[in-house]
C-alpha cells in the first residue's frame, strides 16, 4: 500500500535552507532529494544532537529525521547499531510527525524486494503498531 495521501508531508524549502546552514551541507536546486543526498553516517551522533536539541521546527524535525533515517540506512550493520533503537523510539513517540516517514521506509508494497533498506523491516513494526491511526478510513 502506497503511502496514503492523508499523511503525506514533505521537507520544505525553508527547512533545507535552514538545516543545510546548520550542518554546513550544500544546497543546491540540482539536489532533488536533499535531504537523502546529504546523509552521512558519520554524522549520525551530530544529527541526533541537533533533534534532540529542541531548536528546530516541525518541518525541521521532519526533514532532519529523513537524513538521520537515510544515514542509519546506510550503515554496514544497523543491527549491531545501538543508536538505531533511540530512533525507533523517537519515531514511535513522534508518530504524527513522521507517519510519512515510517510509512515510505516501510516499503508496504515491497517495492524493493530481496534489495530492500535494511530499516524496512523495523519500520514495518513500527506501522504495525500504529496502523489502526494511520490507516486511512473507510468513508462508507
Known amino acids: 500500500m502506497p503511502v496514503p495521501e492523508h499523511l503525506w508531508r514533505f521537507p520544505t524549502a525553508d527547512a533545507i535552507a535552514n538545516l543545510a546552514a546548520i550542518l554546513d551541507v550544500p544546497n543546491h536546486p540540482s539536489m532533488q532529494d536533499w535531504e537523502w543526498e546529504i546523509a552521512d553516517s558519520s554524522r549520525i551522533d551530530e544529527y541526533l544532537a541537533l533533534y534532540r536539541s529542541g531548536g528546530l521546527t516541525n518541518d525541521e524535525r521532519f526533514t532532519l529525521m529523513e537524513t538521520i533515517i537515510q544515514a542509519f540506512d546506510d550503515l554496514d550493520d544497523l ?21 510519512y516517514s515510517v510509512w515510505y521506509w516501510a516499503d508496504l508494497e515491497d517495492e ?24 486511512p478510513q473507510d468513508d462508507r
Do not use: F, Y
Open 112 to 135: 524493493l524486494g530481496d534489495e530492500g533498506w535494511q530499516v524496512t523491516q523495523d519500520l514495518r513494526k513500527l506501522v504495525d503498531a500504529h496502523v489502526p491511526r494511520l490507516a
Open 79 to 99: 543491527a549491531s547499531d545501538d543508536r538505531w533503537p533511540g530512533i525507533l523510539a523517537l519515531l514511535d513517540q513522534n508518530i504524527d510527525l513522521h507517519a
